[in-house]
């Protein structure tokens, strides 16, 4: 209090004050000494200057941060004493006659600057009484970058950490959420225990540095950390708290929402610039597919996270668009991770969107992702059907299928993302039926390209081939016949007209629709691969079922009797709003500059 609280002098300037009133033999001292240290301070240009005593209390600095007058012993309780200059302290300790340094990493009493510290003893007579220590400036950061010295493993483990503790304190929230609801009270207030314990030990690994997980490499990692983690330390005392006392208020609930979303909004920040910064270092290495895959097991609970809250009447129309939202990019990284993504941009960027995205080859990989997919959609329906529930029952019954589910796409995704760190994965290839069917249909059409191959050689060596290509160009003129009937058919109009309605009214954008008719048509459809359009209508009380019901035969029918491979229809911005065989690619878009927006709109 008397050299900070009611120290007059602003924050930074603390130094000013050479004494504090008071009898006391300590502010004659100060008075004696501070003078001298803070010019020596001024003409070096320390950040800071301390002196410590042999238990490890902090008896002077020149410029009083909160580190001031607190304790830096590594088995007492002071706040700092796992930080940077209690490394040091600790350091000076066991040698004494030597200048230890502290390498650059985020100091909490300088607001999460990166901090280096040298530290020596001070002797008296040979014996050590005490120790010394000064902080570097900022300008005393070595001009070269830190990061080439960051090894690859270190980079992996950094990213692989960063993505944990975002995923932690989403689960953390929604395990809380789930005592709210009264779900298996006691075993969730276990797991909430255990969990908020183990993303409380991630964040430190990431703030301190820990084994083979470098200190923040940058200021603005450190900064987006140490935010992180004073808003953490606020949430997790209300969640505590309310359980506690088992307050399940509106302005509880809402406190609670609001900090989780601004946690995960800085983790996600810092596992962006973890890979942005890796990628700089050493482009080689894959970290944009790292950063990518590791916000997948985030996004798995932040779904059930805003599915809860909207449940418990917080921030309903806000958590239901997110987690539209949160699905949608689940969904969107999904494919791009199996498919690729090209970008302008290829080894950096501005952001991780601007990044290409490697296509993925290895089977073991493609077989998690799979599993992940598939108990994605079965755990999106389960949360569905909670936001649908009607009794108590069914709602719990939603909750825990849901969270068991989450468990398991997090665990499959764990699986992923450590075959995607080692650009390759171990496992006994053991495929699903989906998976054969998809295959087999791709069998299928390879004797039928050997064979056109053989019949096109055979006709150029018989002669025919002239022959043969007049009749192919014969087939091209029926069936340009054939099309333009079917255009010039008034009920063409009427059926277009009526996919387009139901199309528009099925989902709000185009990226939902496209999820949903996919699962409902072809994920969904019991029929195999190669036999999708057996299945008149999917089941629902959406327009554009009815509308499938009704013209869906019609065209199937077209297409058998005039032997086409498939037949769609387009609306104008380039969507695929129906097909007959329903192949992957139906529902996509097809517009040349056709891009889909964060709400779903072509562009």
């Known amino acids: 209090a008397a050299y900070i609280t009611n120290n007059e002098h602003p924050l930074g300037s603390k130094d000013q004050l050479d004494f504090a009133p008071g009898s006391e033999e300590y502010h004659a001292i100060h008075k004696q000494y501070h003078p001298k240290y803070r010019s020596i301070l001024y003409d070096r240009n320390y950040y800071d200057i301390f002196i410590l005593d042999l238990e490890g209390n902090l008896i002077y600095s020149v410029y009083k941060e909160l580190d001031y007058a607190t304790n830096f012993a590594l088995n007492g309780t002071g706040q700092w004493k796992d930080s940077g200059l209690g490394d040091a302290y600790e350091a000076a300790l066991k040698t004494a006659d030597v200048i230890t340094v502290i390498d650059w990493k985020p100091y909490g009493p300088s607001f999460g600057a990166l901090a280096s510290f040298l530290s020596t003893g001070i002797k008296k007579n040979g014996t050590l009484v005490g120790v010394f220590a000064t902080q570097l400036p900022p300008e005393a950061k070595p001009i070269c970058s830190v990061l080439p010295s960051i090894s690859d493993q270190q980079w992996r483990d950094a990213v692989a950490e960063a993505g944990k503790q975002r995923m932690l304190v989403q689960k953390a929230t929604r395990v809380y959420l789930q005592v709210m609801k009264g779900v298996d009270v006691e075993t969730n207030r276990v797991d909430f225990v255990l969990t908020v314990g183990d993303a409380t030990a991630s964040m430190r690994k990431t703030m301190k540095g820990y084994d083979t997980i470098p200190a923040p490499p940058t200021q603005a990692i450190a900064n987006l950390l140490l935010d992180a983690w004073e808003q953490w330390e606020v949430l997790d005392q209300e969640m505590k708290l309310s359980l506690e006392l088992n307050d399940v208020s509106f302005t509880v609930l809402t406190k609670v929402m609001q900090l989780s979303k601004a946690i995960d909004d800085a983790l996600d920040a810092a596992l962006e610039q973890y890979v942005l910064s890796a990628m700089e270092a050493q482009p ?37 668009a997110s987690f539209a939202e949160s699905a949608g990019a689940f969904d969107v990284a999904h494919w791009e991770l199996l498919e690729g993504r090209s970008a302008s941009v290829q080894t950096s960027g501005s952001s991780l969107a601007d990044t290409a995205l490697l296509r993925t080859t290895d089977a073991c990989t493609l077989n998690a992702m799979e599993d992940v997919m598939s108990k994605f959609v079965t755990m999106k329906a389960s949360l569905q059907e909670m936001l649908a529930s009607n009794t108590t029952a069914s709602e719990h019954a939603a909750i825990r299928a849901a969270y068991q589910l989450g468990n398991a796409v997090s665990d499959d995704m764990a699986t992923a993302i450590n075959f995607y760190a080692a650009g390759s994965g171990t496992c006994i290839l053991k495929r699903s039926a989906t998976a054969w069917e998809v295959s087999l249909d791709e069998l299928s059409r390879l004797p039928y390209l050997f064979n ?56 709000p954008t185009n990226a939902e629709r496209l999820l949903s008719l996919q699962v409902a048509y072809i994920t969904l459809n019991e029929h195999p691969a190669g036999s999708k359009d057996q299945l008149d209508y999917a089941p629902g009380d959406e327009l554009y079922h009815r509308v499938h019901k009704q013209y869906h035969p019609t065209y199937r029918s077209i297409l058998y009797e005039r032997n086409y491979y498939d037949i769609f229809m387009l609306d104008l911005e380039g969507n695929l709003i129906y097909s007959v065989y329903k192949e992957l690619d139906y529902a996509t878009n097809f517009a040349a500059n056709g891009t889909i927006d964060e709400q779903g709109k072509v562009h």
């Not at 809860?308 to 309903?316: A, D, M, P, S, T």
């Not at 006709?459 to 079917?486: N, P």
């Not at 058919?489 to 139901?502: H, I, N, S, T, Y």
């Open 284 to 320: 080689t290495l894959h970290s944009a597919i790292w950063g990518v895959s590791q916000r997948q097991a985030s996004l798995v609970h932040r779904m059930a996270v805003e599915a809860l809250f909207i449940r418990l009447g917080i921030g309903v129309d806000v958590n239901t």
């Open 452 to 507: 056109k191959v053989q019949s096109e050689f055979a006709l150029v060596e018989a002669g025919l081939s002239e022959a043969w290509l007049k009749k192919a160009a014969s087939d091209l003129t029926d069936h340009k016949g054939f099309i333009r009937t079917e255009a010039w058919d008034p009920r063409l109009v009427d059926a277009f007209l009526a996919f387009k309605e139901g199309w528009d009214s099925f989902r």
